[in-house]
Every structure is written in structure tokens, then in C-alpha cells.
């Protein structure tokens, strides 16, 4: 099963750029994903389980270098790459 999912990364920290920046490398680095990005969030596609467990991973990462962060996420069961 394909997946879609757009998230925005809100650090509540002054330097959040270099937050949000580490976390897209790091969603990058992950065979099997197609990772896009504007200046309002991100778009993830991919099949599903691997799209999950990237961001799984990923998101607990970010959670454990930074003192507060919020996400804010939208997934759909289907391919929306353009």
C-alpha cells in the first residue's frame, strides 16, 4: 500500500531552521522514499510501512536532540506525488 504524508516541524527553539533542516537530511537518507519540501512543510511518498517507520524513527530523533517540538502531520493511503 502506497502513502502520502505531509508534516510541518515547529521547533519551539530560536534556531529553528537547523532542526528542521537535520530532520529532512535525515528523512532523505532512507531508501525508498520521495522526500519534497516547500516553505510550509514536507511531503513523504512511499509504500507504507516504510514511510512509517522512517518517520517513526526520524520524528524520536528529533524529539531527543531538541527540547520542544511540535509536528503536525497528514496521512493518505494513496500516491498524491505530482
Not at 24 to 49: A, P
Amino acid at each position: 500500500m502506497k502513502a502520502s504524508v505531509e508534516i510541518s516541524m515547529y521547533p519551539l527553539d530560536a534556531e529553528y531552521g537547523t532542526a528542521i533542516l537535520k530532520f529532512i537530511q535525515r528523512l532523505r537518507q532512507h531508501e525508498g522514499l520521495e522526500v519534497q519540501t516547500n516553505t510550509m512543510s514536507s511531503q513523504i511518498f512511499g509504500d507504507y510501512d516504510v514511510v512509517m517507520a522512517a518517520l517513526t524513527k526520524e520524528m524520536k530523533t528529533s524529539f531527543e536532540e531538541d527540547k520542544a517540538i511540535v509536528m503536525v502531520m497528514k496521512v493518505v493511503n494513496l500516491d498524491l506525488k505530482p
